[in-house]
């Protein structure tokens, strides 16, 4: 169960994030209200929200998923990909002080985007990805390691991020897309496969017995609500339009 969730108000420079998506640019006035209704949601899940102030300067840097990685025994801050989101981290870190004693670093030359990163239980899935490299995922292992968790690399092939086409529901169960029906690690799992036209719904998030997902997809929606989940549908639209997702918006610890 998570008790603690941190977020960021989105700045409005948010229009001129890293985008490979060719969606156009997002309406910053519709993303402030959709990432209102985002932390309503999370308001319904029990959990306490701190919710971190605008940062121009960091037009990715509502996306505080991937700036740290936040688990049971300590934070790590991460050295993000992009080079223009390289300073996050340090945006991030005080807040990390706030709720953990021991906050650790990925370090140059790794680089690491938490959105890279699913937790199982104590098992950490780091996908090695143009954002995330050998050496950040290697760095990521040995801290694991160092607080009696483990970690494993996963290489992408077609996603941005791990995270971009799967999502662990709890309870054995793993929502995948793409190539990772078929990959072999993840076979030991109750595998929903999300339909091609659907793939961005992949991308969703498990709180407290509830699921979060983009709306506009039936299908998985449909899928989830079956294994006796509630769910609860956010248009997410503007984030879309910078390769943003749901569990993009949010630190959950």
């Given at each position: 169960?998570?008790?603690?969730?941190?977020a960021?108000?989105?700045c409005?420079a948010?229009?001129?994030?890293?985008?490979?998506?060719?969606?156009?640019?997002?309406?910053y006035?519709?993303?402030l209200?959709?990432?209102?209704?985002?932390?309503?949601?999370?308001?319904?899940?029990?959990?306490d929200?701190t919710i971190l102030?605008?940062?121009?300067?960091?037009?990715d840097s509502?996306f505080?998923?991937?700036?740290a990685?936040?688990?049971p025994?300590?934070?790590?801050?991460?050295?993000p990909?992009?080079?223009?989101?390289?300073h996050?981290a340090?945006?991030?870190?005080?807040v990390?002080?706030?709720?953990?004693?021991?906050?650790?670093?990925?370090v140059e030359?790794?680089?690491?985007?938490?959105?890279?990163v699913?937790?199982?239980?104590?098992h950490?899935?780091?996908?090695?990805?143009a954002r995330?490299?050998?050496?950040g995922?290697?760095?990521?292992?040995a801290?694991?390691e160092?607080?009696?968790?483990?970690?494993s690399?996963?290489?992408?092939?077609?996603v941005?991020?791990?995270?971009?086409?799967?999502?662990?529901l709890?309870?054995?169960?793993?929502l995948?897309?793409?190539?990772f029906?078929?990959?072999?690690?993840?076979?030991?799992?109750?595998?929903?496969?999300?339909?091609v036209?659907?793939?961005?719904a992949?991308n969703?998030?498990w709180?407290n017995?509830?699921v979060?997902?983009?709306?506009?997809?039936?299908n998985?929606?449909?899928?989830?609500?079956?294994?006796g989940?509630e769910?609860i549908?956010?248009?997410?639209?503007?984030?879309r339009?910078v390769?943003g997702?749901?569990?993009?918006?949010?630190?959950?610890?």
């Amino acid at each position: 169960m998570f008790k603690h969730i941190i977020a960021r108000t989105p700045c409005r420079a948010l229009v001129d994030g890293l985008s490979e998506a060719n969606l156009g640019k997002p309406d910053y006035a519709k993303a402030l209200e959709q990432h209102n209704t985002y932390i309503r949601a999370l308001q319904t899940c029990g959990v306490d929200i701190t919710i971190l102030p605008p940062a121009e300067d960091f037009p990715d840097s509502v996306f505080v998923e991937d700036p740290a990685l936040c688990t049971p025994h300590c934070a790590i801050v991460t050295r993000p990909g992009a080079d223009s989101r390289r300073h996050e981290a340090e945006l991030i870190a005080p807040v990390l002080h706030r709720f953990y004693k021991n906050v650790e670093r990925i370090v140059e030359p790794g680089t690491l985007d938490a959105g890279d990163v699913m937790m199982v239980g104590s098992h950490y899935y780091i996908g090695k990805s143009a954002r995330t490299n050998e050496e950040g995922a290697q760095q990521l292992i040995a801290i694991l390691e160092k607080y009696g968790m483990t970690g494993s690399i996963v290489t992408l092939e077609e996603v941005l991020h791990l995270k971009t086409g799967l999502a662990y529901l709890e309870n054995n169960n793993l929502l995948a897309a793409g190539e990772f029906v078929t990959k072999p690690e993840f076979q030991k799992y109750n595998i929903i496969e999300v339909p091609v036209e659907e793939s961005y719904a992949a991308n969703c998030i498990w709180v407290n017995g509830k699921v979060i997902m983009p709306s506009g997809y039936p299908n998985t929606r449909d899928k989830i609500a079956a294994l006796g989940y509630e769910v609860i549908e956010l248009d997410t639209s503007e984030y879309r339009k910078v390769d943003g997702g749901v569990s993009c918006m949010s630190l959950r610890f």
